[in-house]
């Protein structure tokens, strides 16, 4: 059981370019979540979907976008990379079920520079 | 979301119990605590949930008062890869985490 697989593990890129993360899931969940890291940081909400074909932005999204085709794929993309995106991008799912199931998966993370 | 308070910091040794205190002043009535771990380089984890009283798993302990106005995760005996950051969320749901900076514990030989 592979949990969740994000890749890729790390990436450079230059600014202005644009990229797609990925992140795929096996436990048939039907929630899923990217977040970013910053050094000392928690992680913050980049945008959420609690389905197939449904998606909202979190805290930061400005500068991302997603889409949820299947319950198995989230893909991140970065329109226009900037110095400002570097970061570590985590990705989570979990079954739901309310508050007292509180439980998400998350991956190994993907560590970006933006040069 | 009920705002957290949670140490920056906590040292220890291998073989001693440790003991995180989270405070959450406007928790609301039906939010639940939960207490995930972070090692470096990886995503975190989950590590237990609870709403009164003490949850105990595998891994470790969540005692929550009366008032529910705080909690304690306790880690019991702890080695030296219990090295983490430990944070504590309020009343969240599990597509919407809220994380702040958390506790860094550090485990000594």
């Known amino acids: 059981n592979a949990g969740v697989t994000q890749t890729p593990k790390f990436q450079v890129l230059k600014t202005g370019q644009s990229m797609t993360l990925q992140c795929a899931q096996d436990?048939?969940?039907?929630?899923m979540s990217w977040y970013r890291q910053d050094p000392g940081m928690g992680l913050r909400l980049i945008h959420y979907s609690v389905g197939a074909g449904i998606t909202d932005q979190g805290e930061v999204p400005n500068g991302y976008n997603v889409s949820r085709s299947t319950t198995e794929d989230f893909p991140l993309r970065l329109l226009s990379a900037a110095p400002s995106q570097t970061s570590v991008y985590f990705c989570?799912?979990?079954?739901?079920?309310?508050?007292?199931?509180?439980?998400?998966?998350f991956g190994q993370g993907t560590r970006l520079t933006v040069v | 979301l009920a705002k957290t308070t949670q140490p920056i910091s906590m040292d220890s040794y291998e073989g001693q119990e440790v003991n995180i205190t989270c405070s959450h002043n406007n928790i609301a009535t039906n939010d639940y605590i939960t207490w995930y771990q972070q090692f470096p380089s990886q995503g975190p984890r989950f590590i237990i949930q609870g709403y009164k009283t003490k949850v105990t798993n595998e891994v470790a302990s969540l005692f929550i008062p009366a008032d529910r106005k705080s909690s304690t995760l306790s880690l019991p005996r702890v080695s030296l890869s219990d090295t983490a950051v430990y944070y504590c969320l309020v009343g969240v749901r599990d597509y919407k985490l809220s994380f702040g900076a958390g506790t860094t514990v550090t485990v000594r030989a």
């Open positions: 436990m048939n969940h039907e929630y």
């Open positions: 989570a799912s979990s079954r739901g079920g309310g508050q007292g199931n509180t439980e998400a998966f």
